[in-house]
């Protein structure tokens, strides 16, 4: 049996669809190079329900634990010093073991295996408006892969060394 429903209901319903459309897929993407341009990977920003996710997937970069972050400016020219410092729109101190952090530019750090191969993921939260404020601002943002591992307590860069590969977050 066909019930007949007002247009508002069906209007409703329809825009209800329409979002949860607009929140599955990517957010942005980001080509990670080297610092002679050579592709490394890629990072792509995601929503799932009300979280941000970030995902990371690295080929070819010497075996190690790398840090990883986001950066506050989305420019990515040699030795990515262009990046600006980490993302921290609510300045706090650095590092998930911090006791006066962690920001918004905090990740996991990153294994690359011996075959330079590797991936990461990570939750950014759950405040789409902040996130997006802070991500996509008038100059962008960055994410950076460092030398070295973030000891995830040592403000401003967790002694994660240098900058060894950046890619500019470009909204999907």
């Not at 609510?90 to 996991?108: E, R, T, V």
């Amino acid at each position: 049996m066909l019930r007949y429903l007002p247009p508002a209901v069906i209007a409703l319903a329809l825009v209800g669809c329409a979002t949860t459309t607009t929140r599955s897929g990517n957010l942005a993407i980001a080509e990670l190079a080297d610092a002679n341009g050579r592709p490394i990977g890629t990072a792509a920003l995601s929503r799932r329900g009300n979280e941000t996710l970030i995902n990371l997937s690295v080929a070819g970069t010497p075996g190690a634990v790398h840090g990883l972050h986001l950066h506050a400016v989305g420019k990515c020219e040699a030795p990515f010093a262009s990046a600006g410092p980490h993302l921290n729109p609510g300045g706090h101190q650095h590092g998930k073991d911090n006791p006066m952090g962690s920001h918004l530019g905090d990740l996991p750090n990153v294994t690359i295996g011996q075959n330079g191969v590797g991936t990461a993921s990570a939750s950014l939260g759950t405040n789409d408006a902040a996130i997006d404020a802070a991500l996509f601002d008038a100059d962008g943002s960055a994410i950076v892969l460092h030398a070295a591992a973030d000891d995830y307590r040592t403000d401003p860069s967790g002694n994660s060394g240098a900058r060894i590969a950046c890619g500019v977050l470009t909204r999907s």
